[in-house]
Antibody, heavy 121, light 108 residues
Framework: QVQLVQSGAELRKPGTSVKVSCKAS????????ISWVRQAPGQGLEWMGW????????NYAQKVQDRVTMTTDTSTSTAYMELGSLRPDDTAVYYC??????????????WGQGTLVTVSS | EIVLTQSPGTLSLSPGERATLSCRAS???????LAWYQQKPGQAPRLLIY???NRATGISDRFSGSGSGTDFTLTINRLEPADFGVYYC?????????FGGGTKVEIK
């Protein structure tokens, strides 16, 4: 079955960076893209950006574009999201979700199980 | 950026009742590229509806989506205990994609 499995919870100090992985299985990785969405405690969903599994094209949300880098490793069908210059308000559960490989955006399905990133001194 | 406003914020209903959730867009959603997700505590969101009215694979026909342009509705017939949670709408017709703030469906 189509599945996305994310790396485990992380604790980081302000000003440092974190890299979250998302391993895909059950489908051809290069036929799709991956979007990253985060959810602060008790809050709604916030789209962070998208990367194509086909050609590594990216589209980042303006709010984080100066601090985020999304990459893929097609040999392992894994997507990565690295967020730098972390602040306490980056504390959230970070989700990856399967998206379009390019062109029009798409609905997100399925989603990874989420990775809790806590930023605290 | 398209702003999605969901209402009501909380819906208190009993099992067996019908839930009607609203998602209003400003400006309008291109090509009815609107999806609905269900999220339960401690879990990732799950796709219910895409393209405004198409049920995702494995989703009960008690869930239906409708609407176009600026007004969209998710209807859940004959509520079951497993249906309680938070529901989000999501437009993917324009960049950046955006989400609504969510509607919580709770047991009355």
């Amino acid at each position: 079955q189509v599945q996305l499995v994310q790396s485990g919870a992380e604790l980081r100090k302000p000003g440092t960076s974190v890299k979250v992985s998302c391993k895909a299985s059950g489908y051809t990785f290069t036929n799709y893209g991956i979007s990253w969405v985060r959810q602060a405690p008790g809050q709604g969903l916030e789209w962070m950006g998208w990367i194509s599994g086909y050609n590594d094209n990216t589209n980042y949300a303006q709010k984080v574009q100066d601090r985020v880098t999304m990459t893929t490793d097609t040999s392992t069908s894994t997507a990565y999201m690295e967020l730098g210059s972390l602040r306490p308000d980056d504390t959230a559960v970070y989700y990856c979700a399967r998206d379009t490989r390019g062109g029009d955006s798409s609905w997100l399905d399925p989603w990874g199980q989420g990775t809790l990133v806590t930023v605290s001194s | 950026e398209i702003v999605l406003t969901q209402s009501p914020g909380t819906l208190s209903l009993s099992p067996g009742e019908r839930a009607t959730l609203s998602c209003r867009a400003s400006p309008s959603v291109s090509r009815n590229f609107l999806a609905w997700y269900q999220q339960k505590p401690g879990q990732a969101p799950r796709l219910l509806i895409y393209g405004a009215s198409n049920r995702a694979t494995g989703i009960s026909d008690r869930f239906s989506g409708s609407g176009s342009g600026t007004d969209f509705t998710l209807t859940i017939n004959r509520l079951e205990p497993a249906d309680f949670g938070v529901y989000y709408c999501h437009q993917y017709g324009s960049s950046p994609v955006t989400f609504g703030g969510g509607t919580k469906v709770e047991i009355k």
